[in-house]
């Protein structure tokens, strides 16, 4: 079992910006894809945005698309997730969650995934 390190997040106003990494350890990590699901309180934990081993494919949902920005180093085992433009909408439980690929493909069902981080709370005042 591989628990992935997740830092960043906290407090900040509307149109601020927040920093998320993940670094995961004990394993090749150009052999995982990796994706950043957030789940709000009382809902469902849903995909946002995703990036293929290499980096060579990304996908984003339409409410993140221009705001956030994933990015991943394999040297460094971590990964990224920007967030600029932050909205109150955004306030969520951020989880990055990776999984073993040598496509291009991205996958969207949190069922997809092996492994995954602890989460991390972000909170966006209006």
């Known amino acids: 079992q591989v628990q992935l390190v997740q830092s960043g997040g906290g407090l900040v106003q509307a149109g601020g910006s927040l920093r998320l990494s993940c670094v995961v350890p004990?394993?090749?990590?150009?052999?995982?894809?990796m994706a950043w699901f957030r789940q709000a309180p009382g809902k469902e934990r849903d995909f946002i945005i995703g990036?293929?081993?290499?980096?060579?494919?990304?996908l984003y949902v339409d409410s993140v698309k221009g705001r956030f920005t994933i990015s991943r180093d394999n040297t460094k085992n971590t990964g990224s997730l920007q967030m600029s433009s932050l909205r109150p909408e955004d306030t969520a439980v951020y989880y990055c969650?990776?999984?073993?690929?040598?496509?291009?493909?991205?996958?969207?069902?949190?069922?997809?995934?092996?492994?995954w981080g602890p989460g991390t709370q972000v909170t966006v005042s209006s």
């Open positions: 990036i293929t081993w290499n980096g060579g494919n990304r």
């Open positions: 004990q394993r090749t990590f150009s052999n995982y894809a």
């Open positions: 969650a990776i999984r073993q690929s040598s496509s291009q493909q991205i996958w969207r069902a949190s069922y997809d995934y092996d492994y």
